[in-house]
């Protein structure tokens, strides 16, 4: 049987008073002051924001990545077929630092440096001699640096004098490097940005390709986003990553040397501070690759979205009046709010992804690696025997303090300046990445001008989805799924136009007519009519070059023998004089031999003559497109037509707006001048000035005969006289329905109905 050890009684007073000491001295430091219950309350405040902020951006990423999976099983599940959408997701593949934006960049670095000697490589290598001349000059001043503070600790006013104006002189030519980087950095992104515009412009005006990238293809949503704000973001992005990456390097590779050479020469082993700054400098390039957001891709969208709020804004502009007559200002400023809701957000996503990620960019480079620099530059000047204090011939002491300090202070300058020079290339990856969003929209933008120039057209797969399910079953062979093949031939010839089994094919694939035979000879004058949407509008665009002949063979002249006049003219910017020679200049109208009273002429042929006087002369300037009434629009149009002089005219409407007497003199004078006219119109007035017919139905057929203007001019007072007739039947039917009521008797007509 145990015995219980009994614990004397001093023992346990002992343990009951530090029970209660501990017991008091927890309770005090569980006591909450002022100062303390603020700072809990602010760390948790900011703990809440920081939730707020991170919360939704973590729930849409992982929502994103959840979806992209999804999507990718979709398309591994589909039996040997990929589901349209899987092709476009991967047809839109993000802008990113990779092989890909690399192939771009040298495919753009052969427009930016067309030849060897060039004004860009010229301002180029001054730029580099710039960037290697302020790299020289930060190691010089931080040796300077370093003997100006060792004449301080040695107390030697003279040399630090001396020194001190060393200084003072080498910051003049130090201060206009850095205003040359500047300058030369601006220089040459406008150099390339002159070189990339005078590219694109080359090949967007060339074969129509401004036309046909809107109407043809659908890659491109908004070419004057492209043209102007990706084309100057591209070339300034460029002109500085140059300036912050060759730089920086260059400062790494001459500081390091630097301090490997001081500290061999004080004896000290190098080998120790390299691998702890390689080591840091790994560890942070792996943390801020991991943490880095894809810029490339947000960028881009953010172009994107800025190109759509710019396009609903001109939008607006082209078309104010008729905004303004239906009253549709609610409507169009909904548009607008979306669409800079949908840009401002974009830009808060950016910029809180910027927050996070410049904190932790800030908090390795500045803090971390200060902390590792002083070890680094510490440990040789401790351990280095060079910098040990010595012991001279009459026993006293030989103090190194300003050797040590002249050591410390330049090896600090130069650390600092290779870590400025590290932290600017890691933090370059972002504009890196940045530069993969312009570079990726620029290429595609140069891409898809040289494609349509060459006649290859691509419509979106989500319109040609909407339109392909839109039709009815029973008119689907008259649209053509996919891609569009251009087997057709257009030869140009001198007299003529003919057209052999040419079929009329809207961009998107619509057949409206799918084989049309006619030949128009010199002196023929065509009527084309029809309802709308037959084809009459499209054919034009064909003979003028804007579609593509999809098959059989276009015979007709070359486009300076034909011109093209629409419902509503074109106004150029310039003088009343530019609005008649249009596409013409000055020069131009002086080699074909024309003054300013042959101009008159035609303007008194088309009743046009009193705007010269009215709005000042030929040399005024307005917006003519508000100064001209729409019929002085259409006469300016037909003035150009007598101005070219062109074989065979294409008249789409171009004189609605005008008095039927003032049309039938300008389409006399026309066919007077020898011009053949190709007309499409609605005015039976203007039947007697044509010679041939070419109708379409509307259902794909049409028919090409000799216009007999009598026998049609009666049929069609017929049609309108039976249509004048047959209009008031049924108001005539109702009445004689509600006398019979009345009445109580039935008429004749329905009993001869029931009869029947």
């Avoid at 002051?33 to 405040?45: E, G, M, Q």
Wanted: glycine content about 6%; overall charge positive.
């Amino acid at each position: 049987m145990t015995q219980r050890q009994s614990i004397p009684a001093p023992r346990r007073s002992l343990r009951l008073c530090d029970m209660t000491q501990l017991l008091r001295a927890a309770a005090g430091r569980g006591k909450w002051t002022r100062s303390s219950a603020a700072k809990r309350a602010a760390c948790l405040v900011a703990a809440a924001y920081g939730l707020k902020i991170l919360y939704p951006v973590l729930r849409k990423r992982l929502q994103q990545t959840a979806c992209e999976k999804g999507l990718q099983a979709a398309c591994r599940a589909g039996a040997g077929e990929e589901p349209r959408h899987c092709s476009r997701i991967r047809g839109r593949a993000s802008p990113a630092v990779n092989a890909e934006f690399f192939r771009q960049l040298l495919e753009l670095r052969k427009i930016l440096f067309p030849k060897l000697v060039s004004a860009e490589s010229g301002w180029l290598c001054l730029h580099s001699l710039a960037l290697v001349s302020r790299t020289f000059l930060s190691i010089y001043v931080a040796g300077l640096d370093g003997k100006i503070v060792k004449s301080i600790v040695e107390k030697k006013p003279r040399s630090f004098a001396i020194k001190l104006i060393k200084w003072l002189m080498i910051a003049i030519p130090a201060t206009f490097v850095n205003s040359a980087i500047r300058y030369l950095e601006c220089k040459l992104a406008l150099a390339f940005r002159t070189r990339l515009v005078d590219h694109a412009y080359e090949t967007y005006f060339a074969n129509q390709t401004y036309y046909k990238v809107i109407n043809m293809d659908g890659r491109l949503a908004n070419p004057d986003q492209s043209l102007t704000e990706d084309i100057m973001m591209f070339s300034q992005s460029v002109a500085h990553l140059y300036s912050n990456l060759t730089k920086p390097i260059l400062d790494v590779v001459l500081t390091s040397y630097s301090l490997i050479q001081t500290a061999r020469s004080r004896g000290a082993s190098p080998i120790g501070p390299t691998l702890l700054a390689g080591l840091v400098v790994y560890a942070t390039a792996r943390v801020l690759k991991a943490c880095s957001p894809k810029f490339g891709k947000l960028v881009a969208e953010e172009a994107h979205r800025k190109g759509y709020l710019r396009y609903v804004h001109s939008r607006i502009i082209a078309n104010v009046e008729e905004i303004a007559f239906y009253r549709g200002h609610k409507v169009e400023m909904k548009q607008l709010q979306k669409s800079y809701k949908a840009l401002a957000d974009q830009m808060h996503l950016i910029l809180s992804k910027r927050l996070w990620y410049i904190m932790i960019e800030q908090f390795l480079m500045k803090y971390v690696w200060s902390s590792c620099g002083l070890i680094m530059v510490a440990v040789p000047i401790i351990t280095a025997t060079g910098f040990a204090d010595g012991e001279l011939e009459d026993g006293h002491k030989q103090a190194m303090v300003s050797e040590r300090t002249e050591a410390f202070t330049t090896s600090r300058n130069l650390l600092a300046s290779g870590a400025d020079a590290i932290e600017r290339i890691m933090s370059s990856y972002k504009e890196v990445t940045e530069l993969a969003g312009y570079t990726a929209r620029v290429y595609n933008m140069f891409s898809v001008f040289d494609e349509v120039k060459r006649g290859i057209y691509k419509r979106t797969a989500v319109v040609q989805e909407i339109e392909t399910n839109s039709k009815n079953e029973d008119k689907a062979e008259l649209h053509i799924d996919g891609p569009l093949e251009i087997k057709g031939k257009v030869i140009d010839v001198e007299h003529g136009i003919v057209c052999e089994n040419v079929p009329i094919i809207t961009p998107n694939g619509d057949v409206v007519v799918s084989r049309l035979n006619f030949k128009v000879q010199e002196g023929m004058h065509l009527l084309i009519t029809g309802p709308n949407g037959c084809g009459k509008s499209s054919l034009f665009r064909i003979l003028s070059g804007l579609w593509p002949v999809y098959d059989g063979v276009l015979y007709k002249p070359p486009p300076q023998h034909m011109f093209y006049i629409p419902q509503r003219p074109y106004m150029s910017i310039g003088t009343l004089r530019d609005q008649v020679i249009y596409p013409d200049s000055v020069d131009d109208m002086h080699e074909k031999g024309y003054q300013d009273q042959d101009l008159e002429c035609i303007l008194h042929i088309v009743h046009l003559y009193h705007i010269v006087q009215r709005e000042g002369g030929w040399d005024a300037v307005m917006d003519w497109k508000d100064v001209l009434s729409g019929g002085e629009k259409q006469r300016m149009g037909m003035a150009r037509m007598f101005y070219h002089k062109p074989k065979y005219a294409l008249l789409d409407e171009c004189t609605s707006a005008v008095s039927i007497d003032v049309e039938g003199k300008i389409f006399q004078d026309a066919k007077g001048s020898g011009i053949s006219l190709l007309s499409i119109t609605h005015r039976p007035s203007l039947w007697k000035y044509h010679t041939h017919l070419l109708q379409f139905d509307g259902e794909g057929g049409w028919r090409f005969e000799q216009l007999d203007t009598a026998i049609r001019l009666s049929l069609s007072e017929e049609k309108q006289r039976l249509e004048s007739q047959l209009a008031g039947i049924p108001e005539m039917q109702q009445r004689l329905n509600e006398l019979c009521k009345i009445l109580g008797e039935d008429s004749v007509l329905k009993t001869m109905d029931k009869e029947e």
